[in-house]
């Protein structure tokens, strides 16, 4: 019944983290908008904070229908201390379920993200060898 408040947390930490790495990315861009210029029309990349993004937003989605399926089986109640599983004194298992469940599912996401970003980095050294390979030709 608690499982959902790992994946949370870590959703609030990379929303955090996104946040203020956007910030920084925005200085940075205000500093050097004319290089950016020049060497944006050959980039090919996607950002590192919408990336970022992606994980959150799976973990903030994940975390939303794992809310609605604990509050629809009333595991999660709209008073204190809105776990029925701390209400009725069994805060060691509600403790263990985070532990396993939450965690586990908070990595598994974490490495389906991982995959995608692997993947999406592969297509674009692709797309960028490709586009020097032209570049070269002509």
Do not use: Y
Request: one cysteine or more.
């Amino acid at each position: 019944m608690a499982c959902l408040l790992v994946p949370a947390t870590e959703a609030v930490v990379t929303t955090i983290v996104r946040k203020v790495m956007v910030s920084k990315e925005q200085q940075t861009d205000t500093q050097s908008t004319e290089a950016t210029l020049d060497h944006a029309e050959h980039s090919v990349t996607i950002p590192f904070t919408r990336k970022l993004k992606w994980l959150s937003n799976m973990l903030w989605g994940g975390s939303a229908l794992l809310a609605f399926e604990h509050i629809w089986h009333g595991e999660i109640t709209p008073f204190f201390p809105f776990l029925t599983g701390v209400a009725e004194g069994n805060a060691a298992g509600v403790l263990q379920e985070m532990a396993t469940t939450g965690v586990s599912m908070a990595v598994l996401v974490t490495l389906v993200w991982t995959g995608m970003v692997a993947i999406t980095n592969a297509m674009e050294k692709k797309e960028q060898s490709a586009a020097i390979a032209a570049k070269q030709d002509v």
